[in-house]
């Protein structure tokens, strides 16, 4: 079964604290207490989205991480690729692993397509979309419209 990691799910909960303080930044210590994520594993995460330069860091007093773009430029693609690899159901998509029966296979098109299809969804989500969710009635209202555009 396909399953996205943990390590995927806490960046996104981290990028989202990152994208409400935007413009200024915000601390470890702030996006640890807000989203209950230990501070050794979040500073390793935040490591890897700082390689991926989706953000900067800065230490000191006044210190903390800030988003290097803005948030409608970044989407939850940009942020569980670098952490996750690509989207990838099934091995015989996977460019790294491949699978010799990919012609004669019936169901090949079927992965390939719900991989796209994930993909999509992920590269349509912004952060700026995040922050404007409020309610339950906005979260359904953005998720129908967001399924609707990948079909």
């Known amino acids: 079964m ?16 990152i994208a409400k303080a935007y413009p200024n930044g915000v601390t470890l210590d702030q996006i640890s ?13 935040l490591n890897r989205l700082r390689q991926a330069r989706l953000i900067k860091s800065s230490r000191g007093p006044g210190g903390g991480y800030v988003l ?11 942020i ?5 690899g ?24 079927i992965w390939k397509k719900v991989a796209q299809y994930i993909e999509c969804l992920l590269k349509q989500v912004k952060l700026s979309d995040l922050l404007k969710i409020e309610t339950e009635k906005d979260k359904k209202k953005f998720v129908d419209q967001l399924t609707a555009t990948c079909l």
């Open 68 to 78: 290097r773009r803005l948030p409608e430029e970044i989407s939850l693609y940009d």
């Open 2 to 17: 396909f399953k996205l990691s943990t390590k995927g799910r806490y960046a996104v909960r981290a990028m989202y604290e």
């Open 86 to 109: 690509p989207v990838c159901i099934a091995s015989c998509i996977d460019p790294t692993e491949g699978c010799e029966k990919i012609e004669d296979c019936m169901v090949y098109p």
């Open 33 to 45: 207490d807000y989203q209950e994520i230990s501070r050794v594993y979040l500073a390793q995460i």
């Open 80 to 84: 569980l690729e670098p952490l996750e």
